[in-house]
């Protein structure tokens, strides 16, 4: 079973273009990652929020430990307002099995 995780990164309002360069430059990078199967950007509310997807619990462990996600570490240091609100999601699965899981 695929395991859904949702990053919530919130710049400091004069880093917000870095941030977005940081992570920009990350996800072509994640996406060749073993076990990758999604890591999409999005935005609101001047956050940035990933949705991820990985095809198990090991790649998403490999993940943590990847040059991309250091890398990103790296860029992002000192340029968050607060720490990243990392969320590992439990489906709850309802209605039609193609529309109602990530």
Do not use: Q
């Not at 991309?68 to 309802?94: H, M, S």
Request: proline share 8%; with cysteine; hydrophobic share 50%.
């Amino acid at each position: 079973m695929s395991i859904v995780v949702v990053a919530t990164l919130t710049p400091k309002p004069e880093a917000t273009d870095a941030v977005r360069e940081a992570i920009l430059a990350a996800i072509p990078k994640v996406h060749e990652e073993p076990g990758c199967e999604l890591y999409a950007l999005h935005e609101a509310d001047g956050s940035f929020v990933m949705v991820e997807r990985w095809a198990d619990a090991d790649a998403m462990k490999a993940h943590g430990k990847a040059e991309p996600l250091a890398t990103l570490g790296a860029a992002l240091a000192g340029n968050l307002a607060a720490a990243p609100d990392i969320r590992r999601l439990t489906p709850v699965p309802a209605g039609d099995a193609g529309k109602g899981a990530v």
